[in-house]
C-alpha cells in the first residue's frame, strides 16, 4: 500500500507560481512512475507531467515550458512548479504513483488551485 500526500495549493493571481508537493509512503524511486493529474469542475482527470523511475519527463502541451517536475529522494517527494499560471490551470490537483511489477496506480486525495484575481 503506498500513501501520497499533497500540499502546496491555493489561490493565486494570473501570472503567479506556486509549487505542489507530493510526499509518497514509500521509495518514490521505487515506482515505475510518478505524476501530476489535475481535474477542473465538470471535466475529466487529464495528466499534467509523469516522472519516470529513470528521469524522463513528459508534460501536457498546455504546460510545456511554464511546469516543472522533479523528485526529491530524500524526502520521497515528487513536486511540480508551476509558473506563469494562467485562469486555465484552476482545477484540484492530483499525484499518482504507479508500483514497478504490478503497475498498480495509487493516488493521493487532491490539493485545490485556484487561478484568479
Known amino acids: 500500500q503506498v500513501q501520497l500526500v499533497e500540499s502546496g495549493g491555493g489561490l493565486v493571481q494570473p501570472g503567479g507560481s506556486l509549487r505542489l508537493s507530493c510526499a509518497a509512503s514509500?521509495?518514490?524511486?521505487?515506482?515505475?512512475?510518478m505524476g501530476w493529474y489535475r481535474q477542473a469542475p465538470g471535466k475529466q482527470r487529464d495528466l499534467v507531467a509523469t516522472?519516470?523511475?529513470?528521469?524522463?519527463?513528459n508534460y501536457a502541451d498546455s504546460v510545456k515550458g511554464r511546469f516543472t517536475i522533479s523528485r526529491d529522494s530524500a524526502n520521497n517527494t515528487v513536486y511540480l512548479q508551476m509558473n506563469k499560471l494562467k485562469p486555465d490551470d484552476t482545477a484540484v490537483y492530483y499525484c499518482?504513483?504507479?508500483?514497478?511489477?504490478?503497475?498498480?496506480?495509487?493516488w493521493g486525495q487532491g490539493t485545490q488551485v485556484t487561478v484568479s484575481s
Open positions: 499518482k504513483g504507479t508500483t514497478a511489477g504490478t503497475l498498480r496506480d495509487y
Open positions: 514509500t521509495n518514490i524511486f521505487s515506482m515505475y512512475a
Open positions: 516522472i519516470s523511475r529513470g528521469g524522463t519527463t
